[in-house]
């Protein structure tokens, strides 16, 4: 689990970062380190209670270990604990994030977006609602049925009305009912999910953007999860082609501590249109004295920030450049075959029917019964046998008629239908497959008895 190199390339860091300090009178805080390694003790045997989220054999929710860089540079960079809210508190770091900024853009093909890191996706996503809130004042915002929940509640939180856009059996939301709901006049803005949590499915985004331009409303890009599969080569035609449609987009979020290698706390807002950096004008009598050059809290609801996001984010991107055809985009791409693999497996299995072909790096999977009922209660006791035998699963409960469009004898017996999920997100589990067939395998005929 620990490589011992990470320790040392941690202190040599460390090192390096003292010696711009050299000229101070020497000061180094004191702490009572008996009584810290009693209570560092405590502690990381509570931590136990983790599921193995470094393991290839977790294969359930979207988890990806950060890379070792990016957790070098973050805890390096604790010995600072810079605040990218002002230039005040996070110089270099706020130096770091702005080049961020730059280099996620021009992944969209954005020259000069306006945009900061933030907390995570959620955080990102409301300042994009907000945005577009006040360019659209009360207008309903669109979301699919399969957004993240976070767009209701957001959209609850800035007092706009929001719909629900039912989906097509591939997960991707239905153009009709977007059509049928922009008739009515008051929506201002569309999101489109690129990659949706659940099932990794990507909206038609230029059919979107067409509906858009006619009804006049502003299209916000929903790329928390799938943000960087441009970069990818494996992509389906269909997939690829929304990808090409992105830079058209007005807004984009972007979670680095997804498929970007970081540690949490690492999300990402870009606007293409700077101007919007007007909304954001407030008085703050404390904060900004230091420079006249932009302080990032003068664009993020967020005030107080970790600079060690940037810092963290950076070294990533340093190591492993947002370009096509780079080792991100390799890596990417053996997530899009290893979910292809599986869908397949599963196909060829007698147990298990697999859903929709994976777009992303995402299978989910039902369990073979004769109704829907009896297939949830399999796919449950999958779930917690899978991970008595160290495979962690994921759950996900699917209206009934979407399931039924793959298992057409189905009996629908329920409303919802609960369903297995994977997400493929380590560049080894493509590699681990044979293995996690196995174990599913096992499961299932266990599980029958
Ligand atoms: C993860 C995710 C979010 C929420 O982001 P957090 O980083 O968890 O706050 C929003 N939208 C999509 C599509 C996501 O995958």
Redesign the pocket.
Known sequence: MINPAELELLQQALATLAKGYEKLPSFTAEFDTDAAAQVLQLVAERMHDNYPYYHPQYAGQ?LKPPHPVARIAYAMSLWVNPNNHALDGGKASSALEKECIVELGQMYGWDAPLGHLT???????LEALWVAGRLHPGKRVLGSKQ??Y??SRISDVLGLPFSAVPVCNDGRMDLAAIEAMLKAGDVGTIVA?????GLGAVDPLGEILGLANEYDARVHA?????GYFGLASELRDETRAVYDRLPEVDSI?V?P??HGLQP?GC?CVLFRNADVGQFYKHDSPFTYFSSAELHLGEISLECSRPGASAVALWATQQLFPLEKGGQLAQWLDLGLLAARDFWQRLADSEHYQPLMQPELDIVVYALNAADARQASDRARRVFALAAENDLHLALIELPVGLVQSYLPELEANAETMTCLRSVLMKPEHGAWLDRIMTILEDCAVCGSR
Not at 119 to 125: E, F, P, R, V
Not at 193 to 197: A, E, L
Not at 222 to 226: E, F, K, R, S, V
Request: charged fraction near 10%.
């Open positions: 979207m907390g995570g996706g959620t955080m990102a996503n957004a993240h976070t767009h999910t690129i990659g949706n949590t929903d790329a928390a999860y799938g979020v979670d501590h997804k949490y999300g």
